[in-house]
């Protein structure tokens, strides 16, 4: 697979698809620019090199032509965030839009509107990805978010161009997941919380042969908990995934990989930030309570594996970190991945609730590597080749 750094991009034009699906408020203001800045290196060393820009995304999950979700609304927050002036059209395919990108000069960023507005985005179409393959001499891949998306604009698109690559931010995206997959930086240490085991048990599977410990935090472990003979109240449990997670527990064993489990936790009567709490061995729960956060016993046994570590990977929260009485453990564990990292731990965070805890108690920027991918994230973890890596390599 090339990079952008193997191709001169000198009177180019480099069709890129980012991933600027961004969360919006009711203004349509970016609430996180993340993914924008994200892709900002790989615009600036394209325009450095001598070559011209056209930008592509979707944004939402729009049904047809839905002007709430034009990437006009973000234009601007687009420009602040790239430090340069983008020009907009308001379609993704045509002539008119062959024309807009004709036009532009080296030095210069043209955005296209929504590829969602077309289904055939989705779909994949040949006839579509075509069509879009016109308006660039390259194709870039710089859009990590959507990678395990079969998309016109993530896969088909790619076989319409001679020379394609992947921009520096999926460059480095990949490496993160490598670091932790293929790591020579032992002990590894993969923390995975969230409320449902459903959606990690593969993730979960594929990291036993990669990992020394597997801490497990969040609603899921009740279910873990549940499946050894543990009683847990009303805590959240997925009754058909004991069977599943007791066979994780035996693969553990066999795979010579530690899976830790809260000691205790703090409980609720309520799912409520007032409610009433007591911290309680996490096997013995009472009738009529649930576990909302992993105590501190388990913050300590937590934080001497995650000190210990020198690779560590972690997605989702501890508890229901959004109630501040749930927050303690999910904060713990946060300042301990910031404190081994300060050590020369190398540490990926990813996922949603993760890294908007990651913001809500300052400590962004205190980690080796944020991911920008949600779904593509866990999906490389779970060993997938992702298509939009994959139409790169052929
Ligand atoms: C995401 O935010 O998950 C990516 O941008 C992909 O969007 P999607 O889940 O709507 O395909
Ligand atoms: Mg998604």
Redesign the pocket.
């Known amino acids: 697979m090339k990079f952008v750094t193997d191709i001169s991009f000198k009177n180019k034009k480099a069709l890129i698809r980012v991933?600027f699906?961004v969360p919006l408020d009711n203004h349509k203001k970016v609430v996180d620019s993340a993914r924008i800045l994200a892709a900002k290196p790989t615009i600036d060393y394209i325009i450095n090199d001598g070559g011209a820009c056209v930008l592509m995304s979707?944004l939402g999950?729009p049904k047809g032509r839905d002007q709430n979700l034009s990437l006009k609304h973000i234009l601007k927050q687009i420009q602040q965030c790239l430090s340069r002036e983008v020009a907009f059209i308001n379609d993704c395919v045509g002539p008119e839009v062959e024309k807009a990108a004709n036009s532009i000069k080296p030095g210069e960023v043209l955005m296209l509107e929504n590829l969602r507005f077309y289904d055939e985005e989705i779909k994949g179409e040949e006839e579509f990805s075509e069509k879009l393959s016109k308006v660039g001499d390259v194709y870039v891949n710089d859009a990590f978010?959507?990678t395990h998306?079969a998309h016109a604009s993530t896969s088909t698109v790619a076989k319409f161009f001679i020379e394609k690559c992947a921009g520096l931010l999926l460059k480095k995206e990949i490496e993160s997941i490598n670091r932790i997959l293929v790591s020579k930086k032992r002990p590894v240490t993969a923390i995975i919380g969230g409320a449902k085991v459903s959606s990690k048990i593969t993730i979960i599977k594929n990291m036993l042969s990669v990992v020394d410990n597997l801490l497990i935090g969040g609603g899921m472990a009740y279910t873990f908990i549940k499946a050894q003979g543990g009683g847990v109240g009303n805590s959240i449990l997925e009754p058909d995934r004991v069977a599943g997670c007791l066979e994780l527990i035996g693969e553990a064993e066999r795979q010579g990989a530690l899976i830790l489990l809260p000691k205790d936790v703090v409980a609720a009567e309520e799912f409520k930030n007032n409610s009433k709490t007591k911290i309680v061995d996490s096997y013995s729960i009472d009738e009529g309570w649930m576990g909302l956060d992993i105590g501190p016993e388990t913050e300590k046994a937590f934080n001497k594996v995650i000190q210990e570590s020198q690779t560590i990977l972690w997605n989702g929260p501890m508890g229901v970190f959004e109630m501040n009485s749930f927050s303690k453990g999910t904060k713990a564990v946060a300042s301990s991945v910031v404190e081994a990292t300060k050590k020369g731990a190398f540490s990926l965070v990813g996922g949603g609730d993760s890294v908007a805890a990651l913001k809500k108690f300052n400590i962004y920027n205190k980690v080796s590597c944020v991911s920008t991918g949600?779904?593509a994230m866990l999906e490389s973890l779970e060993g997938k080749v992702l298509p939009g890596i994959k139409a790169l390599k052929t």
């Open positions: 991933d699906n979707h999950r978010g959507t998306r949600g779904g």
